[in-house]
């Protein structure tokens, strides 16, 4: 994968989701949108059936996307938070040494 790009394209669950794409990559997006999912380790458009699944799964927020309001500073752990950095090679991370 030398000399490749790659773009990553992150939709946190909000509340406006699902979110449409447009369908090409044309400079010229009149022709149209659409919703895409993953299945699988593919992206495909979704199907009619599946959008409103989509819709039906945006009444709620994700599990990861909710805020913890009993959640308190103690509850991190800065060890593991360290450890963490350093072994992503996080330039973030603490030096060892």
């Known amino acids: 994968m030398k000399d490749k790009n790659i773009l990553v394209v992150w939709c946190f669950g909000g509340q406006t989701r699902p979110y ?4 090409t990559l044309d400079k010229d997006f009149s022709k ?13 458009k979704a199907t009619e059936i599946e959008q409103k699944e989509l819709y039906d799964m945006a009444r709620t927020i994700p599990f990861d996307d909710r805020m913890n309001y009993e959640a ?15 072994e992503i090679k996080s330039d973030c991370a603490p030096s060892k040494g």
């Open 72 to 86: 308190e500073i103690q509850d991190l752990k800065l060890p593991l938070i360290q450890n963490y950095l350093y």
């Open 32 to 44: 149209g949108y659409s919703f895409y999912i993953r299945k699988m380790s593919s992206t495909v």
């Open 20 to 23: 449409k794409c447009p369908t």
